[in-house]
């Protein structure tokens, strides 16, 4: 099975207590197709202008990302800049600027046509069901989306929503999304309004994972140093969506639970550096372990 993201490749500027990196590899399909490889071929449909650095596509395609769907226009690279405070959780963007995303229009050739699973990653809602409309048949489609466009393009996201199988908002976005305070309500509404399955993510506190019949409450890998969120929520989607491609059984509910470990797990190394500088890194043994000490830590019956 091989997986089909379409969503942002950036120039991010991104400042913490811990340091800045200043128009490093960003966007959300670069942060889920270094995660997603890892289980099942990759490829990425997105934009850059004809000032995006030749070294930043050349990572990616040292990690096997099939890049025949990232088109180069004429001007500049999306940029976004953030800064976050002493609290990792929240964020405020500093800029956002869509440049050659603007006038992007998402073609899908055969092979990306042919993905039964399909990541919707944060870009305009209008694009999301673009891309949708060209693949007939996916086994799976997961959608993320942002405050940016919840606020700008409401309708748009509704209309997309509904077509999804799995939702992926952090736990500002659900709130803000289904106005609701409490997130099991959040979560049911947003099952209410078509997804089998909701994942609300609360930053370094895990995940709730809210299916027709079941919830599970995943936990993150305990880590020291935290040094930059940023792509923490694409690169849980990439270990999630990757990990469920190359299942058996992906909507089996003990397959879904292992998603979102794994999901957990590639995001704890997007965060111990900027950019994708330690993800990019990481090895499928060390994937491994990363799951089998959350499995050990989070243990209920051996505490008994
Ligand atoms: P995350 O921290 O997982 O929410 O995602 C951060 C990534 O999303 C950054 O690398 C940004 O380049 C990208 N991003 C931020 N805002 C937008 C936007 N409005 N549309 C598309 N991508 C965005």
């Excluded at 590899?25 to 995006?52: K, M, N, W």
């Excluded at 989607?237 to 509910?253: C, I, K, R, T, V």
Aim: aromatic share 8%; proline share 4%.
């Amino acid at each position: 099975m091989s997986v089909t993201v379409v969503g942002s490749v950036a120039l991010d500027s991104v400042r913490t207590p811990f340091g800045e990196a200043t128009e490093a590899l960003g966007g959300s399909a670069a942060y889920f197709a270094v995660a997603a490889r890892h289980f099942v071929p990759v490829s990425i449909v997105a934009v850059v202008g004809e000032d995006f650095p030749e070294e930043h596509v050349q990572l990616l395609r040292d990690r096997g990302v099939d890049l025949s769907g990232l088109e180069t226009a004429r001007g500049r690279t999306f940029r976004w800049a953030g800064e976050y405070g002493y609290d990792l959780n929240t964020r405020e963007t500093l800029r956002t600027e869509l440049n050659v995303f603007a006038d992007f229009k998402p073609k899908l050739g055969e092979a990306h046509r042919a993905a039964r699973f399909l990541f919707l990653a944060n870009i305009h809602p209008e694009l999301q069901h673009d891309v949708l409309e060209q693949v007939p048949k996916p086994e799976m489609v997961l959608l993320d989306t942002m405050n940016y466009w919840i606020e700008r393009a409401p309708k748009e996201l509704d209309k997309v929503l509904r077509r999804a199988d799995v939702v992926l908002v952090n736990d500002e976005e659900a709130r803000q999304l289904t106005k609701e305070s409490n997130l099991l309500k959040a979560a049911r509404k947003i099952l209410a309004s078509g997804p089998s399955i909701a994942v609300i993510k609360k930053g370094e506190h895990g995940c709730l994972v809210h299916g027709r019949d079941f919830l599970f409450a995943a936990p993150v890998f305990p880590l020291e140093d935290i040094v930059d969120p940023t792509g923490a929520g694409d690169t849980f989607a990439g270990g999630f969506l990757g990990y469920l491609a190359a299942s058996e059984d992906p909507w089996d509910e003990k397959e879904i639970r292992r998603a979102a470990v794994y999901g957990t797990v590639l995001a704890s190394f997007t965060v111990e550096s900027f950019s994708l500088r330690r993800l990019s890194l990481a090895t499928r043994e060390e994937i491994d372990h990363r799951f089998r000490e959350i499995r050990r830590i989070a243990e209920v019956e051996a505490a008994l």
